[in-house]
């Protein structure tokens, strides 16, 4: 695609992220900078505090809601696919499927293009844009799930499997763990597709990003704060994984405790969280789907930015790629 250059040159791990120099740009900083290209909502990768956001429209939305509508000093919108000088590079965002208005960033640059994935998940989700390929020259990929254990049962089957239990279990609520933006509605979504029709409460936590997904078309169905209600025999109550095991949890009718992850792939985890019916569900790519983005992105040189970034930088290695572990600090891997 290009001749062949040092990508360094122009694109680098800095103390504050990774710094894009010809642009001037850092992307998903993790710390306070004048200029940042946001590539979705997780506060891992979406801090308040930056002089100047670009994000697509959602991602603000969703910082806004989190944060205060003043979290940044200015805003800027990109739609997904449109083009953008910025300094010397062009940039564009297009989508990673990871969830709602998660983007990926594409930045051409002297003849070279470089691709920071961000989160990213290649399996279909109902309230997010499917990720979209890009050949590249660089590929730069996370890696919550780069060892070969990981592979990800599809949603629709685990939805089923919290259904059956509903229905096997009637006199029980069922609380579901799952990270408050995206798996959250995500799992929602999936359980009303499949016929699901009866109101699901929330923790007064998932409330809020609830509420902007209802706002940006995304219909949830009925959604009831569960408030100071007890008992709920046979229904169904998203909430954050900690208050499985917090005391909000003991009052409600024997409650089945389930845990939406990638995580509970390894069953030792699920254990250790006293976890009863643990769902294999994940907004991020499993092994299979992270080898096979490699492969199809044909880019001569793969950085790794957090996660699994040794073991994928080894295998890459064995394989005949050149790869770089980034180890970028500040990124959460626990919301699977």
Not at 46 to 56: D, E, F, M, N, P
Not at 114 to 133: H, I, M, N, Q, W
Not at 177 to 202: M, S, T
Not at 232 to 260: H, K, N, Q
Request: one cysteine or more; charged letters at 25%; glycine letters at 10%.
């Amino acid at each position: 695609m290009s001749t062949p250059e040092r990508f360094e040159t122009w694109l680098c791990p800095r103390d504050d992220g990774l710094y894009c120099a010809p642009g001037g740009v850092y992307i998903d900083p993790h710390r306070p900078v004048d200029r940042a290209v946001i590539t979705h909502g997780h506060s891992d990768h979406a801090r308040s505090g930056h002089g100047h956001v670009l994000a697509s429209p959602e991602t603000i939305g969703l910082m806004q809601v989190r944060y205060g509508r003043d979290c940044a000093g200015t805003f800027q919108t990109l739609p997904p696919g449109a083009p953008l000088r910025i300094g010397d590079v062009t940039l564009r965002l297009v989508p990673a499927g990871h969830i709602l208005g998660s983007m990926q960033v594409v930045i051409d640059f002297e003849g070279q293009r470089a691709v920071v994935s961000g989160d990213y998940k290649r399996a279909a989700d109902p309230t997010a844009a499917p990720f979209e390929l890009v050949p590249c020259d660089l590929f730069i990929t996370e890696a919550t799930f780069a060892l070969p254990v990981f592979r990800h049962e599809p949603a629709d089957s685990e939805v089923a499997r919290l259904l059956a239990s509903c229905a096997r279990q009637p006199e029980r609520t069922h609380l579901v763990g799952a990270y408050g933006l995206g798996k959250c509605q995500r799992v929602i979504k999936l359980v009303r597709e499949v016929g699901y029709d009866k109101p699901i409460y929330l923790h007064g936590a998932m409330v809020a990003l609830c509420d902007y997904y209802a706002q940006a078309g995304i219909d949830l169905g009925t959604l009831v704060p569960v408030g100071d209600a007890k008992g709920l025999p046979g229904e169904i109550i998203l909430c954050p994984p900690s208050a499985l095991r917090d005391r909000w949890s003991r009052r409600f009718a024997d409650p089945v405790t389930a845990f939406a992850s990638g995580w509970m792939r390894i069953k030792g985890r699920a254990r250790q969280s006293g976890v009863e019916l643990p769902l294999i569900i994940s907004d991020h790519v499993d092994w299979p789907e992270l080898i096979t983005t490699l492969r199809e992105v044909e880019a001569r040189e793969i950085w790794i930015t957090h996660g699994r970034d040794d073991a994928l930088a080894y295998y890459l290695a064995s394989q005949g790629v050149k790869a770089r572990a980034l180890s970028l600090i500040g990124f959460d891997e626990e919301e699977g």
